[in-house]
């Protein structure tokens, strides 16, 4: 096929990770993104200043026809979404307005435009507790967060428009996405911050007193909390694999993203220090709402399909290239 790819939220963390792999692959890319929670500079570095940057909001399906009748795209990557836990048990109209109905209101113009070619970012949040670890794709999915519940109904959503109209598609489910382009110039930026792995790295910088651990009572070998964390950049490079299959034939493609290993949230703490060598104060709270104990992949899906395999995905190498960005950007992208 030809023509660029949309890049839906490619100002945002994965997003602009997978826009710097696809500029590097030569594809044309168009980043599509309201600049909401994205960050501009993310786009124009993670495209060495080659993509086109279109500040259109998925919730205006005018703009987005004109856009897509203009560039006449050859498929879309669909990372565009609110993904805080938190604020869509307290904000669940935001998140079924923003995920929901704005993936709707994209699809419907890519049947318009016929752009047959999604790749979508999906997540282990759609399987919700745990009824068995490691978690395969056979997994129910009973998500017990509004977050994960909008998520599961946009897959859904994707699979009856294939089934009806013949959009080919992969949804990929991620686990804890972490790190940083190895290049240290594109990183993790969220305001307000709350992910485990920059919230750690600031304390090792001074800029926060210490990491508060969320309950230390969980059935796990030391208490704390089990996730599975996976490197942005091999993320990326799993959204250009699958892609490229759905382009050359396969219509629905389904696959975690994991490394089938898990850290608690000690070991990973005591992981930083190492890394960073600074002390990272440590303090235990009470548990935060909605954590599963252990989140870990399982299943070799993703490597049989795909032909993906995690390269750079050991938990040190992710955080020295998360160290690396934080040290070269304490503000992230703020100017
Ligand atoms: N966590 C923590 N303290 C923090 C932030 C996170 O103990 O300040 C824990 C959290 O409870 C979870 C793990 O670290 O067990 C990873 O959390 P994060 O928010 O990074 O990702 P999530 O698993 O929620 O997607």
Known sequence: PTGPVVVAGGAGYIGSHCVRQLVDAGVEVIVLDNLSTGHLPAAERASRGKAKVERVDLGDPAALRELFERTKPSGVIHFAAKCYVGESVTDPAKYYRENVSYTLELLEVMRATGVDSIVFSSTCATYGEPVEIPMTEAHPQS???????????????????????????????????A????????????????????????????????????GEDYPTRDGTCVRDYIHVVDLADAHLRALAQIQQGADRIVCNLGTGTGY????????????????????????????????????????????????????????????????????????
Request: no cysteine.
């Open 143 to 177: 998500p017990i967060n509004p977050y994960g519940r909008t998520k599961l109904h946009m897959e859904h959503m994707i699979e009856d428009f294939a089934h009806a109209y013949g959009l080919r598609f992969a949804a990929l489910r991620y686990f804890n996405a």
């Open 179 to 214: 790190g940083a382009s190895p290049e240290g110039d594109i990183g993790e930026h969220h305001e307000p911050e709350t992910h485990l792995i920059p919230l750690v790295l600031q304390v090792a910088q001074g800029r926060r007193e210490k990491i508060m651990m969320f």
């Open 264 to 335: 608690t949230v000690r070991e990973l703490i005591e992981l930083a220090r190492e890394v960073t060598g600074h002390a990272v104060p440590a303090e235990v709270t009470g548990r935060r709402e909605g954590d599963p104990a252990q989140l870990v992949s399982g299943g070799t899906r993703a490597r049989d399909v795909l032909g993906w395999e995690p390269k750079r995905s050991e938990l040190k190498t992710i955080l020295e290239d998360a160290w690396r960005w934080h040290q070269g950007n304490p503000d992230g992208y703020r100017a």
